[in-house]
């Protein structure tokens, strides 16, 4: 069977919900998938492109009164099976974390100490906001999608983002303690 990008795979399992068209695609991999997986718009239509071409999905204008036309995607069975296999299979790679702040610190000791912890101050920071990002989330899919077969799944990944982000806080604390001792 061929094998895809797994963009191309993650296309397919958003086709699975309510979003058809490129651009809910979009606003669907911001809402949700762009926590853990970036997908660009310059991706996104060559992929529903090549999946158009492969028979996996097929177009269909739409059109709606006040509003420009525009193309939506359905699976087709053979896409279904794609997509299913390819959720069968085994993990290939362990994600590789390209971590700025991990970058900047390994080389720590050509800054002054106060400019490391202000770096892992707003790092600090920015986990957090991030933390309160997942929590008003999980809120939001708790309070809207009861319904949703779905949900239980994108719980699921959000949880994963949720305890990441808080390890990477508390690993802010233990380093900041540990740079505060230092001595100068």
């Given at each position: 069977?061929k094998?895809?990008?797994?963009?191309?795979?993650a296309i397919?399992?958003?086709?699975?919900?309510?979003c058809?068209?490129?651009?809910?695609?979009?606003?669907?991999?911001?809402?949700?998938?762009?926590?853990?997986?970036?997908?660009?718009?310059?991706q996104?239509?060559?992929t529903?492109?090549?999946?158009?071409?492969?028979e996996?999905a097929?177009?269909?204008?739409?059109?709606s009164?006040?509003?420009p036309?525009?193309?939506?995607?359905?699976?087709?069975?053979?896409?279904?099976e794609?997509?299913?296999?390819?959720?069968?299979q085994?993990v290939?790679?362990l994600?590789i974390?390209?971590?700025?702040?991990?970058?900047?610190?390994?080389?720590g000791?050509?800054?002054?100490k106060?400019?490391?912890?202000?770096?892992?101050?707003?790092?600090?920071?920015n986990?957090?906001?991030?933390y309160?990002t997942?929590?008003?989330?999980?809120q939001?899919?708790?309070?809207?999608n009861d319904d949703?077969d779905?949900s239980i799944?994108w719980?699921?990944?959000?949880?994963?983002g949720?305890?990441?982000?808080?390890?990477?806080?508390?690993w802010?604390?233990?380093?900041?303690?540990?740079?505060?001792?230092?001595?100068?």
């Open positions: 069977m094998k895809y990008n797994d963009t191309t795979y397919l399992g958003i086709l699975t919900t309510e058809k068209s490129g651009y809910a695609i979009k606003q669907f991999i911001d809402r949700s998938l762009n926590h853990f997986w970036k997908i660009s718009y310059g996104i239509y060559p529903l492109k090549l999946i158009v071409q492969e996996l097929e177009v269909r204008a739409s059109s009164p006040g509003k036309d525009k193309n939506e995607y359905f699976l087709t069975s053979k896409g279904m794609i997509l299913k296999n390819w959720l069968k085994p290939e790679h994600p974390e390209r971590n700025e702040i991990l970058l900047k610190l390994f080389f000791r050509f800054q002054a106060e400019s490391k912890i202000l770096l892992l101050q707003d790092y600090k920071q986990l957090e906001g991030r309160h997942y929590v008003s989330i999980e939001a899919i708790i309070n809207h949703n779905d799944y719980l699921f990944t959000l949880d994963y949720k305890r990441i982000t808080k390890a990477a806080i508390e802010c604390d233990y380093t900041l303690d540990k740079l505060s001792a230092e001595e100068d």
